[in-house]
C-alpha cells in the first residue's frame, strides 16, 4: 500500500458530521483515497454506503480505499467444487453446525491473529472496537462454523440493506471458512442479496466463483442495494439447513 501527502485528511470534526467520500475520486488503486486518525460506527456507515473501506497497515493512521476495479462474488454465481461438495457432505456427516452472531468478539479477533510469517495484522483494537460497535447497532455480522463444539472457521461482514461487504475470514480446519461462504451466498440468494464484496482480487475467491468489475459498475450494482430493507438476520439466520 502506497501513501501520498496529498490525499484528505478526515478531521475530528467529522466525527458527528457526515463526511463526504462520495465527491472524492480515486487517483489510482495504489493510493488511498482519504486517510484518518480515528474509527466509530457513523463513519464505517457513511464510507460503505459509498463503496469505501478502510484497510491499514502497522503504524499507519486509517487508510481509506475505494479499489478499482473491484472483486465482487455474485451469489448466483458460488463455485462449489466437486472436493469441496465432498468435503460439505463428510462434515455434515460428523455434525457439522454452522451459526450466526454467536460469538462476533471470537470471530473477529481469530481473523486479527497474523497469518503464516507476519507478526502484524490490519485488524487492529481500533478495527475490532468500530466492527462490534457496528455489530451491536446490526450492521456487521460473524458467521460461525462449529465442529463438535469447537469454533473452527467462520468470517465476519458489514451488511447495509441487501448489500453484503465481506472483511475477512479464517479457519482452523480445512475448508470450513469456504463452507461458511458458500452457507452465506445460498442465503443471500434465497433472500435477495445479489453480490458480496470481496473488495480486493484473490486466487481464493476466483476459484469460488468471484470477478473483478470497474469501480463504476460497482457502484451501480451496489447503490441500490443499501436502500433496500435489511436482510432478516436474527429472524431467519445463517445455519448449516442450507447445506444440506
Not at 447497532?137 to 461487504?165: C, D, P, Q, R
Request: hydrophobic share 40%; net charge positive.
Amino acid at each position: 500500500m502506497k501513501t501520498s501527502s496529498s490525499i484528505p485528511w478526515i478531521d475530528q470534526e467529522f466525527e458527528n458530521s457526515v463526511f463526504d467520500f462520495e465527491r472524492i475520486t480515486s487517483v489510482s488503486s495504489e493510493i488511498p483515497i482519504a486517510a484518518s486518525c480515528y474509527l466509530n460506527s457513523k463513519i464505517l456507515l457513511n464510507a460503505y454506503r459509498n463503496g469505501v473501506f478502510p484497510w491499514s497497515g502497522p503504524y499507519q493512521p486509517i487508510l481509506w480505499w475505494r479499489p478499482d476495479p473491484r472483486m465482487i462474488l455474485q451469489t448466483n454465481k458460488i463455485k462449489v467444487s466437486n472436493s469441496l461438495h465432498k468435503n460439505i457432505k463428510q462434515y455434515l456427516k460428523n455434525g457439522l453446525k454452522i451459526s450466526t452472531d454467536k460469538c462476533f468478539r471470537e470471530v473477529i479477533q481469530a481473523c486479527a491473529e497474523p497469518r503464516d510469517t507476519s507478526q502484524s495484522t490490519w485488524i487492529t483494537k481500533d478495527i475490532v472496537s468500530a466492527y462490534e460497535e457496528l455489530n451491536r447497532i446490526g450492521y456487521a455480522h460473524s458467521i460461525e462454523v462449529w465442529t463438535e463444539s469447537k469454533l473452527v472457521g467462520g468470517l465476519y461482514l458489514v451488511s447495509i440493506g441487501k448489500m453484503v461487504f465481506g472483511e475477512s475470514m479464517f479457519f482452523r480446519k480445512a475448508n470450513v471458512s469456504k463452507i461458511a461462504l458458500v452457507a452465506l451466498a445460498k442465503w443471500l440468494q434465497k433472500h435477495g442479496g445479489k453480490i458480496i464484496d470481496c473488495q480486493q482480487e484473490t486466487n481464493h475467491l476466483a476459484s469460488m466463483g468471484a470477478s473483478p468489475v470497474s469501480s463504476a459498475q460497482f457502484m451501480r450494482e451496489m447503490k441500490p442495494l443499501v436502500e433496500n430493507p435489511a436482510l432478516p438476520w436474527t429472524i431467519e439466520p445463517v445455519s448449516e439447513v442450507l447445506l444440506k
